[in-house]
């Protein structure tokens, strides 16, 4: 039984580039969650999905932007990047957004902007 | 709003000796609380959840943690620390009742000495 997925593990982006980050969710959860974790810092909240839509967002502009598939799989934009964005990025799967459900985690993405 | 404080940001401890890294967290509602576990170039891995039933909640690897509502603290423990345990550890928080969005501590670094 595959775990939480990432796709890729590292990425180099230079400023104003746009990047996507790609999640597969963990056999049987219908929910993925973004967060960012900013060295040093602990994982902040992006956003979530459920059932292909936005369900709930953390405090992050515009230029973040999610998407989830009917697999269940999900990816992450980020337009017009700046340095700052420079984070490891970690998904997570969980089953109906419940809160007393686990999270799952993946490894992350590692995105350096240069 | 919710909120999730650890007090102390690194901790060291010999190994064989007890550990405890503590967490205090602020939630209008009853809380969900979990600790996760971070080692180098791995994803976040849970240790143990508490979701009000039993106080004192028992973990992975020997790790437990006692909710105690008066005191609005959730404190990680372990009698014997080994050199496996050093890692970064969060205490997380989520709103009950609600979706599933974690608030995460700004973590606490775990050295263990030989």
């Known amino acids: 039984d595959a775990g939480v997925t990432q796709s890729p593990t590292h990425l180099i982006k230079t400023r104003g580039q746009q990047v996507t980050l790609r999640c597969s969710p963990k056999s049987g959860h219908d929910t993925v969650s973004w967060y960012q974790q900013a060295l040093g810092q602990g994982p902040q909240f992006i956003f979530q999905y459920y059932e292909e839509e936005e369900r709930q967002r953390g405090n992050f502009p515009d230029r973040f932007s999610g998407h989830q598939f009917p697999n269940y799989s999900s990816e992450l934009n980020v337009n017009a990047l700046l340095l700052g964005d420079s984070a490891l990025y970690l998904c997570?799967?969980?089953?109906?957004?419940?809160?007393?459900?686990?999270?799952?985690f993946g490894a992350g993405t590692r995105l350096s902007v240069l | 709003a919710q909120s999730v404080t650890q007090l102390d940001s690194h901790v060291s401890v010999s190994e064989g000796t007890p550990v405890l890294l503590r967490c205090n967290y602020s939630s209008s509602y009853s809380p969900s609380l979990f600790w996760y576990v971070q080692h180098p170039n791995k994803g976040l891995q849970l240790l143990l959840k508490y979701t009000s039933a039993a106080t004192l909640v028992k973990g992975i690897n020997g790790f437990e943690a006692e909710f105690k509502k008066s005191e609005t603290s959730f404190h990680l423990t372990k009698p014997s620390a080994h050199m496996s345990d050093a890692a970064e550890y969060f205490c997380?928080?989520?709103?009950?009742?609600?979706?599933?969005?974690?608030?995460f501590g700004a973590g606490t670094r775990l050295a263990v000495h030989p």
């Open positions: 997570a799967s969980s089953l109906r957004g419940l809160a007393k459900n686990i999270q799952y």
């Open positions: 997380v928080v989520n709103l009950s009742g609600g979706y599933n969005k974690l608030i």
